[in-house]
């Protein structure tokens, strides 16, 4: 037929022209901008070349999700909303402390407590409901339950009473900067290039890169993670992968044709805190996490959760930053005026914030002297379950893991001085310190913006 070898040709010069302006490829930084809702096309961009292009329309919405991020207000709000509706749904495992902050119902913790410390809590009628010895710190976390016919806060006050010497606090729950941490997670899949977690071992292997993550779970099937290596801690040796440990995950270590993480070659030390449960993210997993990476000797451990002071966390922290880890946290995105969250507000912690390309701090993320550095936190692409595979993400909690990234290579186990070696080297890369920034803004150069997927 006389049309027949036209139209073929035609179509393998398009599919030539897709090619070559990365439709089909993947695009560089020199793509024209995705049409993002409110968001006006670049003058001589590809959609003003191209025209309105419902193929690459087609593939830009299978390989990134791109609707329209909340408004400023509307972050703001974001966990605070979270947080009612989380102890909404779960009123018989959780219940508020007396600021509204979640707490595990009917649970108090103990940091090694006396016999003392322990005589006084069986004398109000508390029961010993687990303990978690931690010898890598020399402490022990001794979970209290709290009698049905006492309020848990009536509790703790008599025991702070009885014990003064002691250090006893509710098992607050913690939850990811934008929600509740342990939300939307999918059901039990198979693991995917996972190692075993050889426990006891120390420093680095053959002089590796290896970096911890305390966080919900990890969808291990998706490509970013093909040749990953990921040892895991937690959920009785399950998998239930979540959007918010995925994405953190992806942006440190992940890494495919479109997509790199700021560390993909490093090994990740992942804890799930979460594990699909209504009482994931507790002080006590916390806690329990990082005695798990203290025992592994991870030099370099990032937590993008965000909660309240506790007693049991705050005592972790500094035992952790003694040995010479860095504990790298997002610093929260409840606001500029909001009151300081933890655990990046602990002293040693490096506090980080989010930044858009302009180098200008998120309007809704925390400000204060918690902030050491600050990293893209915003028009940037990050890993996805199901699908489209990626998405846009906003927030603190997504600069957050780039700092860890580039400061796992500096301090490859735990050591005071590297730690302080570690923080200096980066703080000398940074630029545009101040105005919200901390010691500056770092990994620029790692944000995988939108144009990547057309």
């Known amino acids: 037929m006389p049309t027949l070898r036209p139209t073929h040709s035609l179509l393998r010069t398009c599919r030539c022209l897709l090619l070559a302006t990365g439709l089909l490829a993947g695009a560089g930084p020199a793509a ?12 001589g ?44 749904r779960h009123p018989a495992q959780l219940e508020p402390d ?82 509740a941490g342990g939300s939307a997670a999918t059901p039990v899949v198979r693991a995917v290039h996972i190692q075993a977690s050889d426990a006891g071992a120390t420093g680095t292997v053959g002089g590796e890169v290896r970096v911890g993550l305390v966080d919900s779970g990890i969808d291990g099937s998706h490509e970013v993670f093909e040749n990953a290596r990921i040892v895991r801690w937690g959920c009785d040796g399950a998998t239930r992968p979540a959007p918010h440990g995925t994405a953190v995950a992806a942006l440190m270590i992940g890494k495919s044709e479109r997509f790199r993480g700021a560390a993909p070659d490093a090994k990740l030390y992942a804890a799930d805190i979460y594990c699909d449960q209504p009482t994931g993210g507790s002080a006590s997993q916390i806690v329990q996490a990082l005695a798990w990476l203290a025992r592994e000797q991870v030099g370099v451990v990032n937590v993008s959760l965000v909660g309240p002071p506790n007693q049991m966390l705050g005592r972790m922290v500094q035992a952790m930053v003694a040995r010479g880890h860095l504990l790298v946290a997002a610093v929260g995105n409840d606001g500029p005026a909001a009151p300081p969250l933890y655990p990046a507000s602990y002293p040693g912690v490096v506090g980080v914030t989010g930044v858009d390309p302009k180098r200008r701090p998120l309007p809704e993320a925390a400000r204060g002297p918690q ?5 893209p936190g915003s028009q940037m692409a990050a890993a996805a379950i199901g699908n489209p595979p990626y998405k846009l993400v906003r927030g603190t909690s997504f600069a957050s893991p780039l700092v860890a990234a580039l400061l796992a290579p500096r301090l490859p186990s735990p050591s005071p001085a590297l730690a302080v070696q570690a923080l200096s080297s980066l703080a000398a890369s940074a630029s545009g310190a101040g105005d919200g920034t901390g010691r500056g803004v770092v990994a620029e150069n790692l944000r995988i913006a939108p144009s990547a997927f057309r």
């Open 32 to 43: 024209a901008q995705i049409g993002l809702p409110g968001v006006p096309q670049l003058p």
């Open 45 to 88: 961009g590809l959609s003003s070349r191209l025209g309105d292009n419902a193929l690459g329309d087609r593939l830009r919405e299978k390989l990134l999700d791109t609707r329209e991020l909340p408004r400023k207000a509307a972050l703001e709000q974001l966990r605070s909303l979270n947080v009612r509706e989380l102890l909404q």
């Open 98 to 179: 007396p600021s509204g902050f979640p707490i595990v119902r009917r649970e108090i913790l103990a940091w090694s407590p006396s016999q003392a410390g322990l005589a006084a809590a069986a004398a109000a009628g508390l029961t010993i409901a687990g303990r978690q010895d931690m010898p890598e710190i020399g402490q022990s976390l001794v979970t209290l339950r709290v009698p049905d016919n006492v309020a848990t806060m009536d509790a703790l006050a008599r025991l702070r009473i009885a014990d003064p010497d002691g250090s006893y606090d509710f098992n607050h729950v913690y939850t990811g900067a934008e929600a």
């Open 371 to 375: 902030v050491m550095f600050a990293a």
